[in-house]
């Protein structure tokens, strides 16, 4: 009788510590796709607030001292950020790759994922037209 109810404690305590992964998503591979998606909606979005931000300060910069060190700033900042996307990046592929794979998602679940990367994708074109302003307002102030 003591052994019955050892091994019934036992896997309720079992299921109990594996139930917060499966609300997480872990298993659902959409749902994992979903959450790194976000991730990277975040990161693309911190980097435009940021390298727009950045951005003002070189144009509004008077002096070549003064704009040499935003814009070095600006390169850092843009090193740093774009990594960040990079790996986020790398996660939604793989993510992609576990989905197609098991053959998950509904239509609606795929025409949301690209729409989101389309977005993420004009994001990025718009961070790259700010990396050539941020350039072309250095080299002029200096």
Do not use: W
């Amino acid at each position: 009788m003591r052994t019955k109810l050892t091994l019934a404690t036992g896997l309720a305590a079992a299921v109990a510590a594996v139930a917060p992964f499966g609300a997480l998503g872990f298993g659902n591979p959409v749902l994992v796709l979903d959450g790194d998606l976000a991730t990277l909606a975040s990161a693309v979005k911190n980097a435009q607030t940021t390298l727009s931000a950045d951005l003002a300060k070189i144009q509004a910069s008077t002096g070549k001292p003064a704009a040499k060190t935003a814009y070095a700033k600006f390169k850092a900042d843009k090193a740093t950020l774009i990594g960040a996307i990079q790996t986020a990046r790398g996660t939604v592929k793989s993510d992609l790759a576990d989905v197609h794979a098991e053959k998950a998602g509904t239509p609606d679940d795929k025409a949301a994922t690209k729409k989101q990367l389309a977005a993420d994708k004009a994001a990025l074109a718009e961070i790259t037209a700010a990396a050539k302003q941020a350039l072309a307002a250095a080299k002029a102030a200096g």
